[in-house]
């Protein structure tokens, strides 16, 4: 196996003409099959989308092309499938094409951080990535479906650490006082995992229908995706799994992040973005509609 240079990596990316930031460059050019949501603390809401290939950015409602992968397989963010957003605004992405997680800014190219990578294929050490996290501490969560693990990746990039084992990990979240939560579609579907990679069962049995992502707020509740339910659950501490939100406009929601003071919710199927409130009010963004 022969390792390239991180500096040699995001050179290449330059080569190939991926630009992040760019605005949508035709009327063709539309919010696709929106996987995964994300909010900055500046109120940027990115999307990835499976089918573009690539991320959007959407200010004010509208949509622009953040960054544009290649529908090339094998290629940088040709497969994202989770996001995250730091504290300056950096974008985190999973890419199951090519195994890794990339650092994105608005001024340069996707830069890889899961260490080494291939140089014959590009590739990086992880398997499927499904969530990312982050810590006080800048530290990088990501759940592996393939490797049924949850690593550890140094904030400035570096070889990945399997941090926590259990079965098909998908989505995770990082409470405020650095509470690390897990989702599956196993027997116990909700983990919380200890600072010494321990995992521990939060939610009995089965209650979801089919699990996607979760969200913890600052009392510690936890909610969660359900695509074939058509909802969002909640689960309050010491307390059973509820249905907390629904709307006929769901197919198939797959991911919650936080938005200000409300949530985040990003549905593909039905092509919109809805902004829940504290007290289930909501905003939906129709994403169908052409920038």
């Known amino acids: 196996m022969r390792l390239i240079p991180l500096a040699l990596v995001a050179c290449s990316l330059v080569s190939t003409g991926f630009r992040p930031g760019s605005p949508s460059a035709s009327g063709a050019d539309s919010v696709q099959y929106p996987l995964a949501v994300a909010v900055s603390p500046q109120g940027d809401v990115f999307l990835a989308d499976r089918n573009l290939p ?6 004010d409602g509208v ?3 953040f960054f544009r992968g290649d529908k ?6 040709n497969a994202v499938r989770c996001l995250a957003v730091e504290l300056d605004g950096s974008v985190l992405a999973g890419d199951s094409a090519t195994r890794q997680v990339y650092r994105l800014k608005a001024d340069g190219p996707p830069v890889p951080l899961a260490l080494p990578v291939d140089g014959p294929s590009g590739l990086g050490p992880l398997g499927i990535p499904m969530g990312i996290a982050i810590n006080s501490k800048r530290e990088i969560f990501v759940s592996d479906l393939e490797f049924h693990c949850v690593w550890m990746i140094p904030p400035e990039g570096g070889p990945p650490r399997k941090f926590a084992e259990f079965q098909a990990p998908i989505g995770l979240a ?5 509470t690390l939560l897990a989702v599956s579609r196993v027997e116990g579907p909700v983990r919380r995992i200890r600072g010494d990679g321990q995992v521990e069962t939060v939610v009995e049995g089965r209650p979801f229908e089919f699990p996607h992502n979760l969200a913890i707020d600052d009392d ?3 909610y969660v995706v359900d695509g074939y339910k058509k909802a969002v659950w909640r689960i309050a501490a010491g307390k059973p799994p509820e249905v907390w939100f629904t709307h006929d406009r769901f197919v198939n929601p ?10 985040a919710v990003i549905d593909p199927r039905a092509k919109a973005l809805f902004r829940v409130g504290a007290d289930r009010s909501v905003e939906i963004t129709d994403l169908a509609k052409r920038p």
């Open 72 to 77: 090339k397989f094998r290629t940088p963010l």
């Open 63 to 65: 949509p622009e092309i």
């Open 174 to 178: 990082c409470g405020k006082d650095d």
């Open 220 to 222: 510690g509740a936890i």
């Open 54 to 59: 690539g991320i959007w950015r959407l200010r």
């Open 254 to 263: 797959v991911d919650i992040k936080r938005w200000g003071d409300a949530w």
